[in-house]
Every structure is written in C-alpha cells, then in structure tokens.
C-alpha cells in the first residue's frame, strides 16, 4: 500500500468570523477559498 503525505499550501486569510469561529484562507496559489475552523 503506498503512503501519501499531505501537500502543503500557502497562503493569506481571506475571512474571519470569530464569533463563528471559522474563516477562509485565500491559497497564493490561486483557485478557491479554503475553508478551517479555529481548532486547527
């Protein structure tokens, strides 16, 4: 079975909704917003 690692990105922060506690990063890569909740 091959063993994949994950792929890391970078980028900025797109949205912040503190009182939902999530945002949105914007990849420097392009292409969509990328969703992460605050436990991350």
Known sequence: ???E???LCSGK???WKD???FG???PDAG???V???KNV
């Open 1 to 3: 079975m091959k063993s």
């Open 5 to 7: 690692k994950p792929e």
């Open 13 to 15: 922060l797109a949205t």
């Open 19 to 21: 009182d939902r506690g």
């Open 24 to 26: 949105f990063i914007r």
């Open 31 to 33: 292409g969509q917003d």
């Open 35 to 37: 969703f992460f909740p």
